[in-house]
């Protein structure tokens, strides 16, 4: 019987010395799944798409793109902060998750302690785009224009609290000056309108307005990113141009549900730091005007807590409610 008990005692310790091992011993063994909290096409779907395609070469295992959009982003996001924590279930983050919580008295899930930092991929800027026939060439124009007239200029968005919004609610803001804001349920009925010239200005991405503006049918006068961009080398930034000290970003981050275990983090915050350095993200970099990130997950919290604050301020100050 003694014999038998120190049998049983031994196996059950080394069971549980394979249970207590690290959860990420064997990661991945399954399939990755990053959550876009919008609808198939737009920006931060092709970036999750090709951000997927080289992480599934790197790690081995299928890595799918699940689109689940509504809400203000709030739906997909709430669908991983309830996810296991295991490292299958992964969000897309975006310029969204630094402002939903001021835009929103309420969300179904705490923007900070539910989710784990994973990496942060690129950031991004809007461009500032006019009608060709307009006599606004610059921001010094627009500035002019504005203050000649507060009640004549208006500028398009598609969505409250967009970057494309805040990027118009924060120059209005530091420039001093009346634009009227127009909202559009996207960037082309926004863009159609600019051409048409029912609307002034806008404040869009890159992707929405390179072709147009290389056609000759939008003219770009200014980015807003913090530094020019190799995308659109002509083009000053709007605070060289203007506006001291102006920037204004989008970008894009991968977070896991709170809870994760570090070496899982760690695992897939290398992945995604390869796979930003392929030609893919090259070609991304060019398309949809993206500044590769390579950084730990800590930086991704940095970024964030510092834009959240930011611009806490603005949709404060402009009175900014979530439609």
């Known amino acids: 019987m003694t014999l038998r008990l120190t049998k049983f005692i031994l196996f059950a310790l080394a069971a549980c010395v394979l249970l207590s091992s690290p959860l990420s011993a064997a990661y991945p063994d399954r399939l990755i799944k990053i959550v876009v909290p919008f609808a198939p096409g737009g920006g931060t779907d092709v970036v999750a798409r090709a951000l997927a395609q080289e992480m599934q070469r790197d790690l081995g295992v299928s890595v799918i793109v699940e689109n689940k959009p ?21 969000l897309m983050g975006t310029f969204a998750n630094a402002v ?48 000649a007239d507060p009640k004549k200029l208006s500028y398009g968005t598609y969505g409250t609290g967009t970057s494309a919004h805040l990027a118009g609610e924060l120059f209005k803001h530091m420039a001093g000056v009346n634009l009227t804001t127009v909202p559009y349920k996207g960037a082309a009925p926004a863009i159609t309108d600019l051409i048409g010239g029912q609307i002034q200005v806008m404040f869009t991405t890159v992707a929405s307005c390179a072709a147009l503006v290389e056609a000759g049918q939008l003219r770009a006068i200014a980015v807003t990113s913090a530094e020019r961009s190799a995308a659109f080398p002509q083009l000053p930034t709007v605070s060289e141009a203007g506006v001291p000290g102006y920037a204004a970003e989008a970008w894009y981050g991968v977070y896991a549900p709170a809870g994760t275990p570090a070496e899982i983090i760690d695992r897939l915050n290398k992945s995604a730091a390869k796979a930003v350095q392929s030609d893919a993200f090259r070609k991304l970099g060019v398309n949809e005007g993206l500044v590769m990130v390579t950084a730990p997950p800590a930086e991704l919290d940095r970024y964030v807590a510092s834009e959240e604050a930011r611009w806490r301020k603005v949709i404060q100050d402009a009175a900014i409610k979530a439609e």
Do not use: C, E, W
């Open 70 to 90: 509504g809400a203000g982003t709030i739906i997909g996001t709430q669908s991983v902060a309830g996810s296991a924590a295991d490292g299958t279930t992964l």
């Open 100 to 147: 939903n919580p001021s835009l929103y008295a309420k969300l179904p899930y705490d923007a900070h302690k539910d989710f784990a930092p994973v990496a942060l991929i690129a950031r991004s800027f809007n461009v500032v785009v006019v009608n060709p026939a307009s006599p606004i060439k610059s921001i010094a124009d627009l500035i002019a224009t504005a203050k």
